[in-house]
């Protein structure tokens, strides 16, 4: 089973949607990052956070720390929002400096 | 303030020969790590450079190997390379601030083994 579990693999919205993205977590973390990477490879951070909820634009992120999950957010969605989202875990003990998610891909439908 | 840069962006090589990657960090981060991502794995961790020093390793076989020099930019190496090679290999640029991690990614380097 992988420390981090990330819902749904695949969604297709359509333009204008509200979008909810999950990630769940089965260990001790400091924090948790959400993660953007559109195709051709690049990676984008869009958050880093360890409580509460942070917003950007129209994304948010949410994480409840004694449920260890975080969900991402998208309003008003667009298709330029089409990217594969994935959650990294910054673990508290081991040896990685990050665990990621499978990473959840966006289509989004004008 | 210039980002992570990785070259190449896209390289083409045959089995068993062997390849090099390189990466310069944001300016002032000390820290380097290098991902393996395919389709079938996800992103997966090879290792972490701080300060000249490998300070954390991945599950990879011997066959990847990395340095990084006393500017902090860091190179990663494949010897003997195999088709399952073939995948984007992406490096972070990293600082820890109030004890989490700020990671940074480049662009990635598309590594095809024919």
């Known amino acids: 089973k992988n420390e981090v579990e990330q819902s749904p693999q695949n969604l297709t919205a359509q333009e204008g949607e509200f979008i909810t993205i999950n990630c769940s977590y089965s260990v001790g973390i400091s924090a948790l990052h959400w993660l953007q990477q559109h195709p051709g490879g690049g990676i984008v951070s869009l958050f880093m956070l360890s409580s509460g909820k942070k917003k950007h634009g129209r994304l948010i992120a949410t994480i409840n720390i004694q449920e260890k999950h975080s969900s991402l957010h998208i309003t008003a969605s667009h298709p330029r929002d089409s990217a594969v989202y994935i959650c990294a875990a910054d673990v508290n003990s081991g040896n990685t400096p990050l665990v990621f998610g499978k990473g959840t891909r966006l289509s989004v439908i004008a | 303030k210039a980002g992570v840069t990785q070259t190449p962006r896209y390289l083409i090589k045959t089995r068993g020969q062997q390849v090099t990657l390189s990466c310069s960090p944001i300016s002032g981060h000390r820290s380097v790590s290098w991902y393996q991502q395919t389709p079938g794995q996800g992103l997966q961790f090879l290792f972490e450079?701080?300060?000249?020093?490998?300070?954390n390793k991945g599950n990879f076989p011997g066959r990847f190997s990395g340095r990084q020099f006393s500017n902090s930019r860091s190179e990663m190496n494949v010897s003997t390379l195999e088709l399952g090679d073939s995948a984007l290999y992406l490096c972070a640029s990293s600082f820890y601030r109030g004890g989490n991690t700020e990671a940074f990614f480049g662009q990635g380097t598309r590594l095809t083994v024919v």
């Open positions: 450079y701080f300060s000249e020093t490998q300070r």
